[in-house]
C-alpha cells in the first residue's frame, strides 16, 4: 500500500477539527441494521458489534480521559453502526485529538490500518499505535478503490465555516472508498432549514445541507441512526454551553460508494 499518493486538493485550510467536543453513553446494544432509533437512555447490556469494537473500548491502555467520553459518545453503537471490524482500512479526516483515532486503531487490528489527517502528535507517541498512518491535507492515502471506511465526526460544519470546498474533498474521499464503502459524517444539528447559518456561531449545521452536498457528489445515503439524538436540545444554543456540550442533537449518516452503471452487484 502506498502512503504518499497525492490527490490534487485545496487542504491548506483543513487546520481546523477542534471544533470536535466529548459525546456518548454508556454501552448499550448495537441495533441490527434496519433498527436505528434506539433511544439515548437505553439500558447498558452488551452490544451486539462485541469483539473488536467492544474490546477496543475496554483495551487497559486507553486514556481516562477518552473513557469520560464514552457516556456522550456511544462509540459501541456508532462504531457498529458503521460496520467497523477487524483487518478494515480506515481514513480518518480531521482527527483532533485522537478519540476515535484509538478506537479505530485498535478495533481494526493489526491486520487493518488506519490513514489520520490533523491527529494529535501525542496520540501516537512511542508507536502506541503501530497501525495509523498520518496523511496531509489533499492526500490519498491509500491506493484508489482500497478505503472500506471513510469517516468524520463534528468537522462538516468547520469545512462549511471556513468555506474550504467540499466538492474537491467529497471526490477525494470518492476516489478513496472502494465500491460499496461507507462515508461516515456525524455533526451537530442545526435548526431544521437553516442551511449554514449557524456553522461559525453555534457550530451547528443543517442536516439537509449535508445531505445534498454528498449526494449531489455522487454517493447514496444508505442509512441513518439516532443513537446520538437528544430530543431535548433546541439546537438554539451553542455546543461548547456548560449545560449542552455532550449532549446536542446529533446526526449520524452512513453514505456508500456506489456501483458503476452496468456493473455486476457489489453486495
Known amino acids: 500500500m502506498k502512503h504518499g499518493v497525492r490527490f490534487i486538493g485545496i487542504f491548506a485550510l483543513?487546520?481546523?477539527?477542534?471544533?470536535?467536543?466529548?459525546?456518548?453513553?454508556?454501552?448499550?446494544?448495537?441495533?441490527?441494521?434496519?433498527d436505528i432509533s434506539e433511544p439515548a437512555d437505553a439500558p447498558p447490556v452488551a452490544p451486539q458489534s462485541g469483539g473488536a469494537v467492544q474490546a477496543a473500548i475496554s483495551h487497559a491502555d486507553r486514556p481516562d480521559e477518552d473513557k469520560a467520553r464514552d457516556n456522550d459518545r456511544r462509540p459501541d453503537l456508532v462504531l457498529a453502526f458503521y460496520g467497523a471490524g477487524p483487518g478494515m482500512t480506515v481514513v480518518e479526516y480531521i482527527a483532533g485529538g485522537g478519540y476515535y483515532t484509538?478506537?479505530?486503531?485498535?478495533?481494526?487490528?493489526?491486520?487493518?490500518?488506519?490513514?489520520?489527517?490533523?491527529?494529535?502528535?501525542?496520540?501516537?507517541?512511542?508507536?502506541r499505535l503501530s497501525n495509523v498512518t498520518t496523511i496531509e491535507d489533499g492526500e490519498l492515502g491509500v491506493e484508489a478503490g482500497g478505503a472500506d471506511l471513510v469517516f468524520t465526526a463534528l468537522n462538516y460544519h468547520?469545512?462549511?465555516?471556513?468555506?474550504?470546498?467540499?466538492?474537491?474533498?467529497?471526490?477525494?474521499?470518492?476516489?478513496?472508498?472502494?465500491?460499496?464503502?461507507?462515508?461516515?459524517?456525524?455533526?451537530?444539528?442545526?435548526?431544521?432549514?437553516?442551511?449554514?447559518?449557524?456553522?461559525?456561531?453555534?457550530?451547528?449545521?443543517?442536516?439537509q445541507l449535508v445531505k445534498d452536498e454528498v449526494l449531489a457528489a455522487g454517493f447514496e445515503l444508505a442509512q441513518e441512526s439516532d443513537v446520538l439524538r437528544h430530543a431535548e436540545d433546541d439546537r438554539t444554543q451553542g455546543v461548547f454551553g456548560d449545560d449542552i456540550r455532550g449532549k446536542t442533537d446529533r446526526f449520524v449518516l452512513m453514505f456508500r460508494k456506489p456501483q458503476p452503471e452496468g456493473t455486476p452487484n457489489w453486495q
Open 14 to 34: 483543513l487546520w481546523l477539527a477542534a471544533c470536535a467536543e466529548p459525546e456518548t453513553t454508556t454501552a448499550p446494544q448495537a441495533p441490527a441494521a434496519e
Open 102 to 127: 484509538e478506537l479505530l486503531s485498535r478495533t481494526v487490528g493489526e491486520d487493518g490500518h488506519v490513514f489520520a489527517t490533523r491527529v494529535a502528535e501525542e496520540r501516537l507517541e512511542g508507536d
Open 158 to 207: 468547520d469545512l462549511v465555516n471556513r468555506e474550504v470546498p467540499r466538492e474537491p474533498l467529497l471526490q477525494l474521499m470518492m476516489n478513496q472508498l472502494r465500491v460499496g464503502g461507507t462515508l461516515a459524517i456525524i455533526d451537530h444539528a442545526a435548526e431544521d432549514g437553516s442551511g449554514s447559518r449557524d456553522v461559525g456561531t453555534l457550530h451547528r449545521i443543517d442536516e
